[in-house]
Every structure is written in structure tokens, then in C-alpha cells.
């Protein structure tokens, strides 16, 4: 059979090519380890919470990067995972209680995405602890800083996730 | 000569412009008229950067190698489309991905060096063992399985089904948690040096188990080792084997029996196991040897209809299409239901059949559509 020339690479270089993306995949040097933390917060409630514990002056750790969506129902999982491939130590998913939600039952879908989200990272060797749901209301600023102070407690204990290659 | 003009020569794909007999025969060209394979290539022989960034048919083509089974200059059409994606994605032409990338994204990750807990469905009735010589490739079967509860819940059964088809014919098969997806997507999706990256980690990995044989239950796994990884690596030292060939051995040694039954079943060849690897007769051998009611499609074989998706790349109107073409007849066989050996177009039928509102109406190609491994795991004594 006819071989193909390639050459080998010496770092790991993967591309994604469903959004046309090179994801560089280096090492990270760690010093103190800080967890770092996605947070897909619902445009009508979660985000709202947010902005309360922020307006109350609440203390939370600042590790996490607030993404806001418009309903915890539009999350795909491949959001979860890619957030996890590029580096993330933990993902939380935060929506409206159930029944509140702005979209009638958006967040129902979500908790369903989100349990199969688990298992899937379970089987791919990331611990399932590292991804949250949780439902807060726009009322709820304490929640939202109890969440976040528990979640990097919890990861804290975790150490880096296993995909972070550590120097 | 560019990186493009090369593979052009390699694959003979200059011979398609002249001839065109690809164009009538292919799938997506018949649904889609603005699609036509050499038109690909004359795009691709004029090397404009910017006819390349902007041509999405690329992507259209579903790699089902109907082109390359009638062809009869033997241009390797879907070689030649394999490495123009590679070019096309760097320079910044992408495909549509199916969950927005999830698949991928999902076999990227299981090559990032963690340990995994891949072998998640091995219970303890199960038999297997570290080291042998039959090594089993279980491919992200299982993983689908999550990944698409809500269509094909049964992928997840796939690989402890065949470890008990094994253990029944007194064999304990080598299965690893330090597998990594297979990287057939990733190639046929554009993305050469992730495809390398999991091939590395596969053969290196296999070569630790000492194993002489690689049983696949999927077809793109056995695609990708016995074609992608020789092609690039040589030959590999050890045999690739397609699990229906491993168990019509079995069954000609007599290690395996089978329940009576009066079911009657249809056989959807997979493109990857049977245009692109040659396996058409050990299936149906395999029904056979069953004592299951067999009955063929209209198109069968080197002729079979596609499930219309490939790699997870670029679901549309058109694979929607070619999806209720293929059950419409296997709904017309009589057949209860219809068995494939590819997780994939398990998942890509049931996705028709899950859908609520249909061009057609349901009875017509409301069909079983199950996966082989499964099958063959139900019907054993």
C-alpha cells in the first residue's frame, strides 16, 4: 500500500474543525492552583441572581466567567465539553427554578442534557462533581454566592482538571 | 506540484472531469443538482485559494463511495476528498457540525492523556482479561450511546454484548481503558494532526497488549486501522478483523449456537464495512448461520443507499432524503426489522424515525432499525 508522508509532531495541536478553531494545547504552570469555572447563567433568573450578589456586595471567589444564555434549555452539551477541553476546571449550569422558567419548561431540557452531560464525563475520565447544576431565582444574590463559594471549595478539593496537562 | 495537484495525481482524480459517470450515479447529486463531484475536482485542479474557502460541496459529499465502486478510470474519489478537506479547513473552510461539535469535541478529549473510565459497562459476569491475543476495539459505541439516549439508547449494550458473544465461544478478549477513539471522524472531518495524534496512542496501546488479532465491532474502526492507519504507518503487525468475519470462524468451529426464532430481518450494508472495506458476504453468512429469516433490499450491496451523514458532518435536507429513501425500502421487504452494523447509521435512522413531523407518512417507513452485535447477543443459546 502507498504511505502517506506525514510528519510528527512534537506538541500536541489538535484542530477543531467544527468552528475552524487551532486549539493550542500547551502545558500550564501552576503556582497557587485557583479553579477556574464557567458558569452558563440564564438570561431571566440565574443572571439576574448574579447581578443581586454582586449589587449586595456579596464575597465570592472570583473564579468564575459568567456566560450568559438566554434560557439554561439552550446549553448543549458540546458546551459543557469544549469548555472542559479548553481548560476548565469546573462548568456550572445555573436556570430558573422548575416552573418558573421564562420558557415554560426550557429548563427541564436542561437537567435531562445535563444528567447525560455527567455520565458522558464520567466515561471520558472527568470527574462528574466538576459540572453543577443548580436552579437560582433573580431573588436568590445569597444563593448565587453560596454556589460559588461551595463550588470552588469543592474543585479546590478536586485539584486541576485531568485534561490540563500541568507543569 | 502543490499539496493539492499531488493527491489529484495520487488519487487519479483528474480522470473524473473528463468522464462524469460519478456525477450521475451519486446519491447527493441526484437529491441536490447543484452538487456534482467533479465538479470538485475542477475546482480544486484551478488550486484558487478562494474557490476552496468558498465551496461547501466539499462537505456535501457523504464519502459513501458509490463514485469509487463504479468508477472506471478507479479514481479514488473519496481519498481525494478526504485530503481536500484537510486543505479545505486550513484555509479556513469548515463543515456544519451535528450537536454543534459534541461528537468530536467527545473524541478529542478522549485522546488528552487523562485516565479514562472507558470500559464503564464491563460487569462482572464479564470476561476479560490484559493481555491475549485477540484484542477487542470497542470504538465509542458506548459513548454514542449517552451522547444520543434519547435515539439509540441500545448502542450502550454494543460492547458488553460482544464480550458475551466471546466468552460464550470460550474467548476472553484483550479491551483496554487506555483506548482512544479511533480518529475517523477527525479525518474525515478535516482534522489530520488530531487524526494522528489518536492513531499514535491506539497502536502504541496495542502493541502493549501483544495482541495478533483486533476484532472491530464497528465498521469505521475497522475502516480506519485496516486503510487510514496502514496508509499512513504501513503495514500494521497484527490482523484486523471485522467481528462478523471473527464469529462466522467461530461459528464454522462450532463454538457458537443459536435459538430458534421466526423473525424476519433485513440487512443494511454500512458504507465504511461494505463499499469502503469489501465485507458483504460475512453478514448475511452470519443471518444465515442464525437460522434468521433473511430478506434483501432493492438496493443492496455495492449498490446500497447511505445513511446520508458522515463524521457527523453536514446533517441536511439531503441526508434527511437519502434516510427515508433507505427505509422506505427496507419497510417494503416485509422485514420486522433492520439490522446494521455501524452505530452511526443506527443513530442516523432512528433520528428520521424520532422525528415528529415527517414528509411522509409513518407507516411507510416505520421500521426497527437495531444494531448487528445486539442482534446476534439476543439470538445466542
Not at chain 2, 457523504?62 to 481536500?84: A, H, K, L, W
Not at chain 2, 465491532?217 to 503487525?237: A, K, M, V
Request: hydrophobic letters at 40%; one cysteine or more.
Amino acid at each position: 500500500m502507498l504511505q502517506r508522508g506525514y510528519h510528527q509532531q512534537t506538541f500536541h495541536q489538535r484542530a477543531d474543525t467544527c468552528n475552524g478553531r487551532v486549539l493550542p494545547r500547551g502545558g500550564e504552570i501552576l503556582t497557587a492552583f485557583e479553579p477556574r469555572i464557567v458558569a452558563f447563567c440564564c438570561n431571566w433568573c440565574s443572571y439576574a441572581g448574579a447581578d443581586l450578589a454582586g449589587v449586595s456586595r456579596l464575597q465570592y471567589p472570583p473564579s468564575a466567567r459568567i456566560i450568559k444564555v438566554m434560557c439554561s434549555g439552550r446549553l448543549e452539551p458540546q458546551f459543557i465539553l469544549k469548555a472542559f477541553e479548553l481548560g476548565a476546571d469546573g462548568v456550572l449550569v445555573a436556570g430558573c427554578h422548575i416552573g418558573d422558567c421564562h420558557y415554560i419548561a426550557g429548563n427541564e431540557k436542561a437537567k435531562v442534557r445535563v444528567e447525560m452531560t455527567k455520565e458522558l464525563l464520567d466515561v471520558l475520565g472527568v470527574d462528574s462533581r466538576r459540572l453543577r447544576l443548580e436552579w437560582i431565582s433573580a431573588g436568590e444574590g445569597t444563593k448565587f454566592a453560596d454556589t460559588m463559594n461551595n463550588f470552588t471549595k469543592e474543585l479546590e478539593e478536586l485539584g486541576p482538571s485531568p485534561l490540563k496537562e500541568v507543569i | 506540484m502543490t499539496k493539492i495537484e499531488e493527491f489529484i495525481e495520487e488519487t487519479g482524480a483528474f480522470d473524473c472531469v473528463e468522464c462524469g459517470k460519478c456525477t450521475s450515479l451519486c446519491p447527493v447529486a441526484n437529491i441536490n443538482s447543484d452538487f456534482a463531484p467533479r465538479l470538485i475536482v475542477v475546482k480544486a485542479q484551478e488550486g484558487l485559494e478562494s474557490e476552496i474557502k468558498r465551496d461547501k460541496d466539499i462537505w456535501s459529499c457523504i464519502t459513501c463511495e458509490i463514485c469509487n465502486d463504479m468508477c472506471p478510470y478507479e479514481v479514488d474519489f473519496s481519498g481525494f476528498i478526504q485530503r481536500m478537506r484537510v486543505e479545505a479547513v486550513g484555509m479556513g473552510n469548515v463543515p456544519v457540525c451535528s450537536e454543534a461539535g459534541a461528537v468530536q469535541t467527545m473524541q478529542r478529549i478522549t485522546g488528552m492523556g487523562q485516565k479514562q473510565n472507558r470500559l464503564a459497562w464491563l460487569t462482572d459476569d464479564l470476561k476479560v482479561s490484559d493481555k491475549g491475543d485477540v484484542y477487542y476495539f470497542t470504538g465509542c459505541a458506548y459513548q454514542l450511546g449517552i451522547l444520543f439516549n434519547d435515539k439509540a439508547p441500545e448502542l450502550k449494550e454494543i460492547p458488553a454484548n460482544v464480550v458475551r458473544i466471546m466468552n460464550a465461544a470460550g474467548i476472553e478478549p484483550v479491551v483496554s481503558n487506555k483506548e482512544v477513539c479511533c480518529g475517523h471522524d477527525q479525518l474525515w472531518s478535516g482534522d489530520e494532526v488530531g487524526f494522528i495524534d489518536l492513531m499514535e496512542q491506539n497502536v502504541e496501546m496495542i502493541k502493549e497488549t501483544g495482541a495478533k488479532k483486533v476484532v472491530f465491532s464497528c465498521p469505521e474502526g475497522f475502516r480506519t486501522f485496516n486503510i487510514d492507519y496502514q496508509g499512513f504507518l504501513g503495514d500494521l503487525d497484527f490482523e484486523i478483523l471485522h467481528i462478523s468475519e471473527f464469529l462466522m470462524n467461530l461459528i464454522d468451529e462450532g463454538k457458537l449456537e443459536f435459538k430458534e426464532t421466526d423473525e424476519t430481518v433485513t440487512y443494511h450494508d454500512s458504507c465504511r464495512l461494505g463499499r469502503h472495506a469489501g465485507i458483504y458476504d460475512t453478514p448475511r453468512d452470519l443471518l444465515d448461520a442464525m437460522g434468521v429469516e433473511f430478506v434483501e433490499m432493492a438496493s443492496s450491496q455495492e449498490k446500497a443507499l447511505c445513511c446520508g451523514v458522515n463524521a457527523f458532518t453536514n446533517c441536511n435536507e439531503a441526508s434527511r432524503q437519502l434516510q427515508m429513501m433507505r427505509l422506505l425500502e427496507a419497510k417494503q421487504t416485509g422485514a420486522e426489522t433492520m439490522l446494521a452494523f455501524c452505530p452511526k447509521c443506527v443513530i442516523h435512522y432512528n433520528c428520521l424515525l424520532s422525528m415528529e413531523k415527517m414528509p411522509i407518512e409513518r407507516e411507510k417507513i416505520d421500521i426497527k432499525v437495531k444494531d448487528f452485535s445486539n442482534f446476534v447477543a439476543e439470538h445466542m443459546k
